[in-house]
């Protein structure tokens, strides 16, 4: 009897060992933040600046022509997620 006792009792405390095996401190949190991509830009003339005589009504007009750009994107690197340390919310 003293026997089937002591089983019955290692039975039992294996049953309560991973249960107590899974309870621990939170030690630090991190948030997933999203970085986004980044790129190089350029810019090429595509015109330059210029002035132009122009009829307008009855007139004579000096007109200021500003210089043109075209921009040129390179990516540099694509986005990817980053893990933060942040305040433990649970």
């Not at 970085?35 to 210029?50: D, E, I, N, R, W």
Request: hydrophobic share 40%; charged share 20%.
């Amino acid at each position: 009897m003293k026997m089937k006792l002591i089983a019955a009792a290692v039975v039992l405390s294996s049953f309560a060992a991973p249960a107590l095996a899974w309870e621990g401190q939170v030690v630090a949190c991190y948030d997933s933040v999203w970085v986004p991509a980044q790129y190089k830009t350029t810019k090429t003339l595509h015109s330059g600046a210029k002035t132009k005589w122009e009829h307008r009504g009855d007139q004579m007009v000096e007109v200021y022509y500003a210089p043109v750009y075209i921009e040129n994107r390179v990516q540099v690197s694509k986005g990817y997620y980053l893990k933060r340390k942040a305040a433990c919310r649970n």
